[in-house]
Each structure stands twice: as structure tokens, then as C-alpha cells.
């Protein structure tokens, strides 16, 4: 399912992000600066403050990740996910829980989305609920794409 060049992840003390047989640990804010100058940044277009980033570097194209939903017990489910972007243009793929699989109880068309350099999607609750989220692979993308998941983690 996940096939990524580089994750790191930074956050409030003691978090860390237990996802397909990882556990991925935050470094403190303050070791990157910038990562909390982002942080801030995005709380305030979004509304809502994050206290974990999870950074994902895809040398290119053939870098991906494939359908899943962020449902790990340490995420707060009602608290949004902002994913900001940087880099090569990739196209970011929805598909209903509905519509997955040889047995589909609907056919409803997956959705796709352009996402830009500096672009911010934002995935409400309840869309990770319903929602499988996926970054295609892509031969025709040659450039790095920097990707920042600013998450509401809780302290179990």
C-alpha cells in the first residue's frame, strides 16, 4: 500500500503516528522552525489547531501511496486532516468505501483532484469515514513532491 522515499513526522511531546506495522515518532517543533511556522500558518486558514505534521517526500512519479483510510485509534476522528503541498503537481484520488472491491454495493465515480504547489485540501469528518484517500502512481512526474498532514493526534 505505501511506497514513500522519506516520512518524518514532528509534534507535541510523546505523540507518534502507529500506522501498517510502523511507529513513526514526532520530533519536537522546535527542531524545525518552519515545520511550526507551517503549522501556525495553516490553523489559522483552517480553524482548528494540529498538534502532529507527518511529512511525506515522493522523489517522483513512481513514489505513491495507495487507497487507505487514516483510521489509527491514536488520530481524533471529528478533527480534520489538512494536507499541504509542495512540488511536483500530483493527482490526489478519492473513491467511496461503497464503491471498492468486485462486490461494490454502488458505483459511485471515484474523484480525483489536481493538487498544486501550495495547495491545502482539507478532509473533514465525517469524508475519512466514508472516503479511501490515495496518491496514485504517476510515470510522467519527474519532480520531488513535498507533502505536510497536519493531524489532531490523542495521547493513549
Known sequence: MLKIFFQVAFGDDGLSYKFSGNCLPSKPWETCPIIFELKKCVESVVGCSFNFVLV????????????????????DTQAPIASLSFGAVREFAFRHMDSRGKNAKSNIPKQKIDLYPGSLLLMEYPTNKFWYH??????NVFGVRVNLTFRKMIKL
Open 56 to 75: 511525506n517526500r515522493y522523489k517522483d512519479g513512481s513514489d505513491h501511496m495507495g487507497e487507505h483510510r487514516d483510521d489509527e485509534k491514536e488520530l
Open 134 to 139: 490515495s496518491l496514485p502512481a504517476r510515470k
